[in-house]
């Protein structure tokens, strides 16, 4: 409880900043200040190959000591690209690009998954309820 009230006044007045992240800095505070085996579990959203191989470097050499989730949330407006009727060229090109940036997302979490690192790819709304259901599955197969 000591721990939970700590981060809150910790996080209490900080604004949101539309900035890169900075997974390195924070990745490192994680291995020097967490000597317990722990669940880390790293909720993002990934564009580019250059940040998902760098973060599933880190969440490797992470899990050498931790548990660790990498969870991606999903852009509604790309998947719903999708999902809607291709009416034009614009939206067929629309939809061809969402379809590609889709495809990669799943080969990004494989190539993670098959490293040893877990993860979950889910829509903000559904982000409650499948990490509950993870870490029980966690809890289950007694990997903590």
Not at 44 to 54: C, E, G, M, R, Y
């Amino acid at each position: 409880k000591a721990q939970v009230n700590r981060i809150i006044h910790a996080l209490h007045d900080v604004d949101a900043q539309f900035v890169e992240s900075r997974h390195d800095l924070a990745f490192m505070h994680i291995n020097r200040r967490c000597t317990k085996r722990s669940l880390i579990i790293h909720i993002t959203n990934i564009l580019d190959d250059v940040n998902a191989k760098q973060i599933q470097r880190y969440l490797h050499i992470l899990s050498k000591r931790h548990l660790a989730l990498l969870t991606l949330l999903r852009d509604p407006d790309c998947f719903e690209l999708l999902q809607g009727p291709i009416q034009d060229t614009k939206s067929f090109y629309q939809a061809g690009a969402a379809a590609h940036l889709v495809n990669w997302r799943k080969a990004v979490l494989e190539r993670v998954s098959n490293s040893g690192i877990l993860t979950l790819d889910c829509a903000g709304p559904e982000l409650t309820a499948k990490m509950i259901s993870e870490y029980l599955m966690i809890k289950a197969r007694n990997q903590l």
